[in-house]
């Protein structure tokens, strides 16, 4: 049986990728607990390891492959810590490519649309240039150029470039999320708590269950095995590119069926985003070579968690 390095394991992606990989493979999770909660996934003991730790990490992942899911995600995270978030994302990323390049090691790196910046066009697919307007965006782009440039003839990397993941998964009986937007919708719904939206509200996301975006690391691993060296981008995204307040409208919609009325309110917008009315993304490449196909639409994922009280 193949063997499976999962950093981040113990966070929001990286404890359903492992969950994903489970069984088929023999799973190698490490973290470092800075903010993942979760320290077992069906009997396996997560492994508390730091990325920036060259001499413990490569001890710990002896490994066939590495996905790395390990960094600081999120805007408002990057900003508030810097310099942490440039040693995890870009140092951390350095060191993994490091074992990856020196044992010949196929890699499968998590990276993000917010890489992008300001679209140039629609959909956006592999080849769109990349200009990151916020340090998270900045960082993670710095982490695709270190592994491309590190797998180039020594080892196969896929770069699976997500956009915004949402939705609950369960781990040992437990609900394991994040506040992202739609599950702060939902949240508000349990709570009877207006939706707070930033203007304008009609930039757009493209949404994407934290579920099929573990399935695409499983699809990858499966894939890289056979591929030869050097670095592979994949769009990993779905159909549903709406903005923030024809969201908002659908989540309220759903919610009258539970009989819950949420109201909607529009705040001011204290931070720097893209502001778009479309975020479509080609997928196809992904598809073709993958065989990835989203299963999870946002009405399936919000009546899920409102049925299961998630």
């Not at 992202?180 to 707070?196: K, Q, S």
């Not at 159909?239 to 309220?252: D, N, P």
Request: proline fraction near 5%; include cysteine.
């Amino acid at each position: 049986m193949k063997s499976i390095g999962i950093t981040g394991a113990a966070g929001y992606i990286g404890s359903r990728v492992c969950h994903e990989l489970m069984g088929e493979y023999d799973i190698v999770p490490v973290d470092n607990f800075f903010k993942g909660t979760v320290h077992e996934i069906a009997g396996k003991e997560v492994i508390e390891a730091d990325i920036r730790d060259k001499t413990t990490l490569e001890k710990k992942l002896d490994v066939d492959c590495i996905v790395h899911l390990a960094a600081i995600p999120g805007v408002e995270p990057c900003n508030d810590l810097k310099e942490l978030s440039y040693d995890v994302n870009v140092n951390g990323t350095r060191v993994v490519a490091d074992i990856c390049k020196e044992r010949s090691i196929p890699l499968v790196f998590a990276t993000s649309f917010g890489t992008v910046g300001n679209p140039q066009y629609f959909p956006i697919n592999e080849e769109h240039p990349r200009n990151p307007m916020h340090w998270y965006g900045q960082t993670k782009y710095h982490g695709e150029r270190i592994v491309t440039e590190a797998s180039r003839d020594t080892f196969p990397c896929y770069l699976l470039m997500k956009s915004n993941v949402y939705g609950v998964h369960i781990v040992n009986g437990t609900p394991v999320f994040k506040p992202t937007v739609v599950n702060r919708f939902v949240e508000a719904v349990r709570e009877n708590e207006p939706f707070r939206l930033y203007k304008p509200g009609s930039q757009a996301r493209n949404f994407l269950h934290v579920k099929d975006a573990a399935t695409s690391y499983r699809l990858a691993v499966s894939h890289i095995m056979k591929a030869g060296p050097g670095a592979e981008t994949f769009c990993i995204a779905t159909a549903e590119a709406v903005s923030i307040e024809k969201l908002a409208r659908k989540v309220q919609a759903i919610a009258e069926d539970y009989d819950f009325h949420p109201e909607i309110e529009m705040r001011d917008n204290p931070r720097m985003e893209t502001l778009v009315e479309d975020f479509s993304v080609d997928i196809s490449k992904a598809q073709k070579i993958l065989g990835f196909s989203p299963t999870y639409t946002i009405e399936k994922a919000v009546r899920e968690m409102l049925d299961a009280d998630l």
